[in-house]
């Protein structure tokens, strides 16, 4: 029996938190990925932390420099691959001063990388949304594929209004364009580190170890494992 050729997955924001554990996944599981990254100056560095997580050894890894505000690049990017994995988004520690640095790269880059795929005949998307674009809209808990996240709402800081507007154009797009997608919300996703960067998430965490922050209010968020999520 000859052995089954490997499918390839692009894999979008492969040096960030959760794009290294997808990538980790899914070479475990034996596909190929590409992982897309702005430039390829740290490929080696975030390489050798994918590899680090073990079990990665059978699946071939390779990147592709392309930027989520431009179209150059993202038709070789995509170029033979079967499924797309769109991971990146811009995950800011603090408040930018103006919103379109977030709303836009959110919305313009989910909707390049969407037609990029359909242009590349993929066969599947899955995108990384957030429950920020369900969770603060007139819904309850638990909340299901009706609710959305008001723009309006005093709760909506610009990243909840990154990720609702992005998946609502996601959604739109896919209908209309027959492209198969899909989308997963996870809430505050912790977990070990793949290398040494520490993103925003586990940030708060080394913050709170260090003693950075001068006080501690009373409130509770949700929280899902990276591993759980790459899964």
Same mark, same amino acid.
């Given at each position: 029996?000859?052995?089954?050729? =490997?499918?390839?997955?692009?894999?979008?924001? @492969?040096?960030?938190?959760?794009?290294?554990?997808?990538?980790?996944?899914?070479? %475990? *599981?034996?596909?190929?990925? %590409?992982?897309? /990254?702005?430039?390829?100056? %740290?490929? *080696?560095? @975030?390489?050798? !932390?994918?590899?680090?997580?073990?079990?990665?050894?059978?699946? *071939?890894?390779?990147?592709?420099? /392309?930027?989520?505000?431009?179209?150059?690049?993202?038709?070789?990017?995509?170029?033979?691959?079967?499924?797309?994995?769109?991971?990146?988004?811009?995950?800011? !520690?603090? /408040?930018?001063?103006?919103? !379109?640095?977030?709303?836009?790269?959110?919305?313009?880059?989910?909707?390049?990388?969407?037609?990029?795929? +359909?242009?590349?005949?993929? +066969? +599947? /998307?899955?995108?990384?949304?957030? $429950?920020?674009?369900? @969770?603060?809209?007139?819904?309850?808990?638990?909340?299901?594929?009706?609710?959305?996240?008001?723009?309006?709402?005093?709760?909506?800081? =610009?990243?909840?209004?990154?990720?609702?507007? !992005?998946?609502?154009?996601?959604?739109?797009?896919?209908?209309?364009?027959?492209?198969?997608?899909?989308? $997963?919300?996870?809430?505050?996703?912790?977990?070990?580190?793949?290398?040494?960067?520490?993103?925003?998430?586990?940030?708060?965490?080394?913050?709170?170890? %260090?003693?950075?922050?001068?006080?501690?209010?009373?409130?509770?968020?949700?929280?899902?494992?990276?591993?759980?999520?790459?899964?």
């Amino acid at each position: 029996m000859n052995a089954r050729t =490997p499918e390839l997955v692009v894999v979008t924001g @492969i040096g960030g938190f959760v794009g290294r554990h997808v990538a980790a996944t899914l070479l %475990r *599981q034996g596909y190929d990925v %590409r992982g897309t /990254v702005r430039t390829l100056a %740290r490929t *080696q560095e @975030i390489e050798q !932390a994918i590899r680090g997580a073990g079990g990665t050894e059978a699946g *071939q890894l390779t990147f592709a420099a /392309v930027d989520l505000l431009g179209d150059k690049g993202w038709p070789d990017a995509l170029s033979g691959a079967v499924y797309v994995m769109h991971t990146a988004s811009p995950f800011p !520690a603090s /408040v930018p001063g103006e919103e !379109a640095e977030l709303i836009e790269p959110a919305r313009s880059g989910t909707l390049r990388v969407l037609k990029a795929a +359909r242009a590349a005949a993929v +066969r +599947r /998307v899955v995108l990384t949304s957030s $429950i920020a674009a369900a @969770i603060y809209g007139d819904g309850s808990a638990p909340f299901t594929e009706e609710n959305w996240s008001d723009p309006q709402s005093p709760f909506a800081t =610009p990243y909840y209004r990154s990720k609702t507007f !992005a998946e609502r154009a996601a959604w739109a797009y896919a209908r209309e364009s027959g492209l198969e997608l899909a989308v $997963i919300n996870p809430s505050m996703i912790l977990g070990p580190l793949l290398g040494g960067e520490v993103g925003t998430s586990v940030g708060v965490v080394r913050d709170l170890l %260090r003693g950075k922050y001068p006080a501690m209010p009373k409130f509770s968020v949700p929280i899902v494992d990276v591993r759980d999520v790459a899964e």
